[in-house]
Each structure stands twice: as structure tokens, then as C-alpha cells.
């Protein structure tokens, strides 16, 4: 995410807002449309009372203003990871009738098509424990990270262009990948309707350079392992790739950089200008948006494509890093080491979905903004491979305390517009988190837990400190309570890289 969503000090809910919350089930919580003057439709809160209790009033006042955009449907959703964002609540999802609704950079974030990718190995725990530290050393060796970086993969402009509009094809076709990983991600790694045309001068120049770079703030690269106790569904865990008790996965998140957060920037002064001229008013200029069908939405649209499809390619060619990486420690090929792909997932986007609403079939743009698409099986849109178990889900947790993997439920389209959370979700500032902990003295005390970190900042380690997060358990509970996702796997952090 980017910083500025997330360097504002939480407020508590005050308890007369919290008075009008309907409990509709057991990790539902609505927020009625007549709370507030302009609320096309109800919000929804998915928590546990405890996770609801620890959401700050930004998210309230959040979900509720998006509840007010022109062309909502059903419900303005936040996902139970939820906390104050950009315009949206980061684990907002949105969905907009196209013809009659907006696009809103706030529903995507700056950060276009932040993500995860999961890849699996052979290897178990005993294997990797005494190379460890060779390993994370050499993967923060190889892997550029931290504010500035740049990456090893040098393009031309019109290099740049192919991978605007083509995304992880092209590096695969430049030998950075293997071709099943594009099966393995999210809409092939392609948004379509990607225009390099509505791309400025000054996104080119922030993103030309940052193609394999991880980046900083809470991205990351982690060596993990899925012990056998955590497999909760094994025979899709299975299907996913995890076999053994023990098994090493590496998970990968990133985005589209400055590229995208330029995109963006970009766009919110287009909007904010265009407005007017369709008579769009908003209750924060955070949520500055157009008609979906006009020349402004259409130009956000198809240059956000571009930033999705270029996050999609900088996941694939750091992946492809990560492959040699093992490669080198631990003297086998990828392909020996059995380092397939999982998946690659977004959770900052706006596509164009098709969705029941009243019983009726509509394309509809849905937004998500710290929230990951899970549709369940027999959808069309996943791979052959997974069309019997439903889509992978990777759920992000802090360095300190692990991560899931999770599966989409057929339930989550009727709920979420097939939507879940996205990470365990903070439940304090970086600058809060700054003054709770030193990163030296964190780095030293995770080492002795077995968990080996490295670093570009020691200032951004602290403000990753697992406390200044919510209990990722309780957030991938409460969307399994919900119908929405299941666990298949925990897994636990032994190494990990961070910008």
C-alpha cells in the first residue's frame, strides 16, 4: 500500500455510531443507507465483535461516503483486514453499474495491482534450515528492494509499451518465467483494453526503470513452510502443489511501483477537474471519479490496465529471480526443485465483471482495494487446473506470525461480488509502530525465533512489527464463517526480504 493510506492515527468508532450497526449474522455488520444523506445503498462490515471493536472510525466514515457513489450496487463492502485508506478503506470492494456508475482511482489505490504470487518447492524444512541464511542473503542480494530501487531488467521505451499491453507474456517470452505461470495468474497476466496512449511521459519515466523490483513498506519476499498440523484441506492443498509436511513455499508481494502510483496521481487531478462537468459531487475529494463511460473513465480505465499488466510482469520477473536464487544455494535447477507457481493474485484493481444482482446478470466495474478476487469452482474465468477446487487465494499476514492459503467458495459471488481479504490488516500506524520498537532490536529478536530477516531500512522494518497487526487467524475465520473462503494451508515465516 501506498504510505500516505496508511500514516493517519486511528480513532476508536464511537459508541453512537456503533449504535446504529445491524448484527445481520454472525460476521456480518450493516450499516443501514438512511445513516447517512446520499447512501445509494447499505454498508457492510465483515468482523468478528472483537475485530469490529478495533476498527478505527476512518473505516466507518470510509465505507459509508463510498456507500454514496453514483451507480453502487448491493452493498459498499469492508473486508474484516479493513483499516482507514485512500477515499476507500483498504478491503473496500465496490461494484459499479457500467453504465450508470463511476470508476474511482480511490477504489484501487495508488499502489495498481499490489498482489501476491505463491510458488511452491520440494524442498522441506530440513533442507533449507542450515542454507537460511545463505538463502535470504542471497535473495536480498539479487532481488532489488527499498524506495529508489532499480531493477536488472533494462528496457527500451517501446520494450516498456509490450509490457504495458501484453504483461508477464512478454517476459516469458524473453525467457524470464515458464509458461505455465501464465495460466497460473489472474486473468493470464492481462488485463485487456490496456492503452500505452493514456499513459503520461512521467509514468514511463518512474516505471521504465523498476521492472524486478520489490520495492518498500510492507512488500515483501518470504521463505515459508506449510507444516502439517496447518494443512486444513489436503487434498486441495494438494492440487495446490503442497504435498509434504514441512514443504518450503516462497510468497512474493509487490506492485506496479511508481509506475502505477504516478498513473494514479495522474488521474485523480483528471477526475477531480471532471467532476463538474458531470455534476458528480463526493463526500471526500479522496473519491474523485467519472462515469465509467466517458472519455475520462474509459482513458483511467485502459492506463490502469497498463500499471495492472506492468505489476503482473514485475511479480513474474522477480519470481524469476527467486527461481535462481534457490537455483545457486542449493546447487539444482528450478525446474529440479519443482518451483511451480501457485498462483498470482491482485488486490488492488477495478475489472469488468459480469455479476447477479436481483436475480439478473450485469457487467458491473468492481473495485477492489485491499481485497482479493475468490471465485469459486466451475468459473470460467480460472484455469483448467483449478476449476474443480476454485481459485487459490494468498492472504498475506506480518513477518512475525504467517501467512494462508485459501480457496473461493461458489458463496462469495452472492456475498462479496467474489471477493476476500487480502492480508491480516494493520491495526496501527507506521509511525505508531515506529515508536513501539527499534528495527535493529526487532531484526536480533526475530533471529532467535528462527526467523531471518533482511532489510534495506531499519525504519521500515519497526513499522512491520507483527503488533501492528490484527490477528490474521481471526480474519481468514471470519470470511470461511461468512461462506466466502476456506483455509487450506498456514504457513509460517522463516526467512524474509523487505524493501
Keep these: 500500500m501506498c504510505k500516505m493510506e496508511e500514516e493517519r492515527e486511528e480513532k476508536q468508532i464511537p459508541s453512537k455510531a456503533l449504535s446504529v450497526i445491524e448484527h445481520s449474522s454472525e460476521v456480518t455488520w450493516d450499516i443501514p443507507a438512511s445513516y447517512k444523506k446520499g447512501m445509494q445503498v447499505p454498508a457492510r462490515l465483515f468482523a ?6 478495533a476498527m478505527d472510525a476512518g473505516v466507518f466514515e470510509q465505507v459509508t461516503n463510498v456507500a454514496c457513489l453514483p ?3 448491493k452493498h459498499a463492502y469492508c473486508m474484516p483486514d479493513g483499516h482507514w485508506g485512500y477515499g476507500f478503506p483498504i478491503g473496500g470492494v465496490a461494484a459499479m453499474d457500467v453504465n450508470e456508475g463511476v470508476i474511482s482511482p480511490g477504489g484501487i489505490g495508488f499502489d495498481i495491482n499490489c498482489g501476491m504470487r505463491l510458488l511452491t518447492t520440494n524442498l522441506t524444512f530440513n533442507d533449507v534450515q542450515p542454507k537460511l541464511k545463505q538463502l535470504v542473503d542471497t535473495l536480498y542480494n539479487r ?30 517470452g524473453q525467457g524470464l518465467g515458464w509458461e505455465e505461470d501464465l495460466e497460473r495468474t489472474e486473468e493470464y497476466g492481462c488485463i485487456k483494453n ?5 499513459i503520461s511521459e512521467k509514468a514511463i519515466s518512474r516505471g521504465i526503470g523498476q521492472l524486478g523490483t520489490l520495492g518498500s513498506g510492507n512488500h515483501y519476499l518470504e521463505v515459508q513452510v506449510a507444516n502439517g498440523g496447518n494443512i486444513f484441506d489436503e487434498k486441495i492443498a494438494k492440487k495446490f502443489g503442497i504435498t509434504q509436511d514441512g514443504q518450503i513455499v516462497v510468497m512474493l508481494h509487490c506492485g ?16 477531480s477537474e471532471a467532476m463538474p462537468k458531470y455534476g458528480i459531487t463526493v463526500n471526500d475529494r479522496e473519491l474523485a471519479c467519472a462515469p465509467f463511460t466517458s472519455n475520462e473513465g474509459q482513458d483511467y480505465y485502459q492506463a490502469m490496465a497498463c500499471a495492472a499488466n506492468m505489476a503482473f510482469s514485475n511479480r513474474q520477473v522477480i519470481a524469476h529471480r527467486i527461481r535462481e536464487c534457490f537455483a545457486k544455494v542449493f546447487g539444482k535447477s528450478a525446474d529440479e526443485l519443482e518451483m511451480h507457481q501457485v498462483y498470482d493474485v491482485a488486490h488492488n484493481i477495478a475489472k469488468v465483471e459480469e455479476h447477479k ?17 475468490c471465485f469459486g469452482p466451475g468459473e470460467k474465468e480460472l484455469p483448467k487446473v483449478y476449476q474443480e477446487t476454485g481459485q487459490p487465494v494468498i492472504i498475506g499476514g506480518s513477518m512475525e506470525t504467517g501467512s494462508y492459503l485459501l480457496v473461493g467458495l461458489e458463496k462469495a459471488r452472492e456475498m462479496t461480488f467474489g471477493s476476500t481479504a487480502h492480508g491480516a490488516g494493520r491495526t496501527m500506524s507506521r509511525a505508531k509502530a515506529k515508536r513501539n520498537v527499534r528495527g535493529d532490536l526487532l531484526q536480533k529478536e526475530m533471529e532467535k525465533r528462527g526467523i ?12 512491520e512489527a507483527g503488533f501492528a497487526y490484527k490477528d490474521i487467524s481471526e480474519v481468514v475465520d471470519t470470511m470461511e464463517k461468512a461462506g466466502v473462503s476456506k483455509k487450506v494451508v498456514a504457513l509460517r515465516p522463516i526467512g524474509n526480504v523487505k524493501g
Aim: charged share 25%; proline share 2%.
Design 143 to 172: 532481488v532489488p528492494s527499498g524506495v529508489g530501487g532499480k531493477g536488472f531488467v533494462k528496457l527500451t521505451k517501446e520494450q516498456f509499451r509490450d509490457v504495458m499491453l501484453s504483461g508477464p507474456k512478454w517476459c516469458v
Design 71 to 73: 451507480g453502487i450496487q
Design 194 to 198: 490496456a492503452n500505452a496512449d493514456k
Design 256 to 271: 506496479s511501483r511508481g509506475f502505477g502510483h504516478q498513473v494514479a496521481t495522474d488521474y485523480l487531478k483528471t477526475f
Design 452 to 463: 531471518i530477516v533482511k532489510s534495506a531500512s531499519m525504519s521500515g522494518l519497526a513499522e
Design 357 to 373: 444482482v436481483d436475480g439478473k446478470w450485469k457487467k458491473l466495474v468492481v473495485h477492489r482495494k485491499g481485497a482479493t478476487r
Design 48 to 53: 468478528t465483535e472483537k475485530l469490529l471493536q
